[in-house]
C-alpha cells in the first residue's frame, strides 16, 4: 500500500485525475502485461532474506522506489499474487532483483526460500506505482525498516550509479547486524539503527528523533522529500517522528508492507 501521510493513494495505477501531487506516471499498458520471468541467481543477504535476479526480457526499466507484481501458478492452476519492491537500479541489463524476507507460513516467499532455483520461471506484472518512485531530481531522506528497506536500496544504488549529487540520506532499523539487508553495501550516507543488538560502542534503541533531528536542523536546499517503508508500525512511528520533527506532512511518502 502506498500513501502520504494524509492521503491513501489505494490501487497502484489510479486514473490520472486521481493523481496526487509527485505521482509520477504509470505505464498502464505495460502495467497491466504479465511477463516470463526466468530467475538466474539467488543470494543470501542475511539469515531470513534472500535476493532473487530476475531475467525479464520485455522489462520496460522502471524508477527506484516502484514495484511489481508477482505471479506463482501451481500445477492445478492455483495461483497466487503478491507485491515486490524492485531493488535493482534501473539499468539495460534485461535483469531485475528481488529482496524477499521470508514470512513464517508464508505462501509466497515461502516458495521462493525452499523450492525455487535458477531456472525457473514466473510471472511479473509491473513496474508499478508512480507515487512511491524517487526519480533522483529532489533531495531524498529514506527511512526503511526490515525488508521496507527494498525499495530504498535502489534508489541508494541509482543515486550511485548515475553519480548524483543531489543529497540522499538512508536511516536503516534492523534487530541486529545479522539482521540488516545490504550491509555490505552501505557508504557515508547510511546510518544503522539497531534495535535488540547492535555492535559494542552502537546504542540499541528504536529510531529515535535524535537520529532525525541533525538531518531536519539542516535541510538541503529545497528540502527533503522523505519516504519511509516498513511495517505498519514502523511507517506510523516514523511519520510522526518526521512530522513532530517539522517536515511537512505532504512531503512524506508512505509505502507499508503489513
Ligand atoms: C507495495 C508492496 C511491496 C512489497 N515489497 C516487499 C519486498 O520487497 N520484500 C518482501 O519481503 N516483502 C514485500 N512485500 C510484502 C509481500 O507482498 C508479501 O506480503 C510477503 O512476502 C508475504 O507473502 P507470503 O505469501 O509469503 O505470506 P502469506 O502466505 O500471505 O502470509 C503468511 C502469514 O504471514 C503474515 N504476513 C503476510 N505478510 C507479512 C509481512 N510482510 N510481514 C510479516 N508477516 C506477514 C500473514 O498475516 C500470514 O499470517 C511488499 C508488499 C507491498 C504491499
Redesign the pocket.
Known sequence: ??ETATHTAGASTPPARFAVPGRIEVNGAVAGRWQTATLTEIRRETPRASTFRLAVPGWAGHLPGQ?LMLRLTAEDGYR?Q????L?SAPDESGHIE????R????????WFHTVARPGDEIEVRGPL?GFFAWPGDRPALLLGAG?GV??LMSMVRHHRARGLTVPLRLLVSARSPEELIYAREYGAETTPVFTRTAPAGTPVGRLSSAHLAPLLAEPPAGGWEAYVCG?NSFAEHASRLLVAAGQPVDRIRI????
Open positions: 500500500m502506498t514495484h497466487a503478491r507485491h515486490y519492491s531493488a528481488l529482496t524477499l524476507d514470512v513464517a507460513d508464508g505462501e509466497v516467499s515461502g506505482s525488508s527494498v525499495p511495517s509505502e507499508r508492507f503489513g
